[in-house]
């Protein structure tokens, strides 16, 4: 004997459909909303935050070009990364662009920062290129012990008596000689502008100011290795290696 459907014991606890089309179970509401999806925001910026402020201080930092003294290869205004473990974790060579505090006294006495605590903020942590006055950009040409001259009979830069054949000097202008012949001490660099005659370079602290021109390994910040912006000039620095391929070890 069958029973018929919705009769008997068993019809009570036999489940209704509800309107909503679902079985038994009312939908619960959102927890959390307006205050949650603040919290996510905050947790994302203060994560991207760290992330930055690590990469700044122990990988890439950010920086800003205020002068012509590396035209062509740097324009003014350009923004650039900098490797930082570059001397840190891996050594310089000839022809890497370098950037380094400036403790000699190069450049003239800081007028004061002209920004605001926001984007002095932004500095720090480096979502903003350093835009300070304290470092200098220049090309390392002379490497502990190198004998660096200037100039041969055809006008060329010497390292340890071979002469360099310089693709990366603003063609436009002709360099003036300025005439020196240094052996680079240890801990130290010698360091020249690609734009020669716009450069108050090595040459021009020879023998004039503290250093002799030279720069102390320990000043410098790390090895310019990218133009990030103006994104129509976004491309990698190189160090020219065939410019200093025959450069012989110093004596």
């Known amino acids: 004997m069958t029973r018929e459907a919705g009769t008997g014991p068993d019809a009570a606890d036999a489940a209704a459909p509800h309107e909503d089309g679902e079985s038994g179970h009312q939908p619960r509401p959102r927890r959390g909303g307006i205050l949650a999806l603040l919290r996510e925001i905050a947790l994302i910026l203060a994560i991207s935050i760290v992330l930055s402020f690590v990469i700044k201080t122990f990988f890439f930092k950010a920086f800003y070009i205020p002068s012509e003294s ?6 003014e205004n350009d923004r650039i990364f900098v490797n930082l473990m570059v001397p840190r974790n891996f050594a310089l060579t000839r022809g890497d662009v370098i950037v380094f505090k400036d403790t000699k006294g190069w450049l003239p006495p800081s007028t004061g920062s002209q ?5 002095e903020s932004l500095e720090f942590i480096g979502l903003l290129p350093d835009t300070s006055q304290q470092h200098l950009i220049k090309r390392l040409i002379g490497l502990p012990g190198d004998h660096v001259v200037c100039c041969d009979a055809q006008q060329h830069i010497t390292v340890n008596g071979v002469a360099l054949n310089e693709p990366y000097v603003n063609p436009a202008e002709v360099p003036r000689p300025v005439p020196f012949d240094v052996t680079v001490p240890a801990g130290k660099v010698w360091v020249m502008g690609d734009n020669r005659n716009h450069s108050s370079d090595s040459r021009f602290h020879n023998a004039s100011q503290a250093g002799n021109g030279f720069i102390d390994e320990s000043d410098i910040e790390g090895q310019a290795t990218v133009i990030a912006w103006p994104l129509n000039r976004l491309g990698a620095l190189g160090n020219y290696p065939n410019t200093f391929a025959t450069v012989p070890s110093p004596k």
């Open 70 to 75: 590396m035209v062509p290869t740097l324009e």
């Open 115 to 119: 920004q605001n605590w926001f984007q």
